[in-house]
């Protein structure tokens, strides 16, 4: 398979050998009998490997990871999260936008558009490639775990001060490969998941906090002192939960939950002084 894909010369140089595993073989084995049975496979060929084509792997300062391809006519085109211009924004990535406006104050664009992210340093990646047209997640399971694993493995052997957002269960799977104390890890739940009234992000946002837009670069590069930064707004209970104020289920995974109160030892009753 490696000898057939076109992959970016600084990602082929780390991961292109994973293309010559038997599983690899598979893959490409099964998508071109999908195809001779007249199945619409998105996104076309040319650009499944598109997230890798705009970002090299020395300019990556943000990874974005989803789960798999928007399965609808026109919408994929190899960046996650991302469609073409023209073609209406999808909820997940309006989602993505109402928060960015709600938490950095940057007017919602009127498109999809996101490849002038991945030029600037933001890696748009699923965990699966490709899915047939209409069928949602038809492709997990069918061998491109392990290349996007491979990925985010090199990410995260030879790079520090990254930061990781791993969107929905499926993609948080990741969140193993990635060490925590050189890169920050974030597990939001998929923006599609959850209705525009009730946010996925603060809506406060913290002096750094790391969300994609014209002001994302100045916190892609955490010290290791503000990885585990408090948000503004958490309550005494979140702050004992180790919870952010909007959830536990977004907050970072590299911040150790502290004892909660009701397990802590009670100190000893104060006998009255006599007199």
Request: net charge positive.
């Amino acid at each position: 398979m490696n000898d057939r894909v076109k992959l970016e010369p600084s990602w082929k140089q780390r991961i292109g050998s994973y293309l010559d595993r038997a599983d690899m073989e598979a893959l490409s084995v099964f998508l071109r009998e999908e195809k001779a049975r007249g199945k619409t496979i998105y996104p076309p060929g040319p650009d499944i490997f598109n997230a890798f084509a705009h970002t090299p792997f020395d300019r990556v300062r943000v990874v974005i990871l989803g789960q798999d391809p928007y399965h609808g006519p026109g919408q994929a085109h190899g960046l996650s999260f991302s469609v073409r211009p023209g073609v209406r924004v999808p909820p997940s990535l309006q989602n993505m936008f109402k928060e960015i406006e709600a938490c950095l104050g940057i007017p919602r664009p009127d498109h999809g558009y996101l490849t002038p992210w991945a030029d600037r340093g933001v890696l748009l990646l699923n965990a699966v490639l490709t899915v047939e047209a209409g069928q949602a997640g038809s492709h997990q399971g069918k061998g491109w775990e392990g290349f996007t694993d491979a990925a985010i493995d090199a990410l995260n052997r030879e790079r520090d001060g990254l930061v990781f957002m791993l969107w929905g269960s499926h993609a948080q799977k990741k969140g193993q490969l990635i060490d925590g104390t050189r890169n920050l890890r974030i597990f939001p739940t998929a923006p599609a998941a959850r209705p525009a009234s009730a946010p996925f992000a603060p809506r406060r946002a913290p002096a750094r906090w790391p969300l994609p837009g014209p002001r994302q670069f100045r916190c892609a590069e955490l010290p290791a002192s503000r990885r585990a930064y408090p948000w503004p707004g958490r309550t005494a209970r979140s702050r004992a939960r180790g919870q952010a104020p909007w959830g536990p289920r977004a907050r970072s995974a590299d911040r150790p939950a502290p004892p909660s109160a009701r397990n802590r030892p009670r100190p000893p009753d104060k006998k009255p002084a006599i007199a």
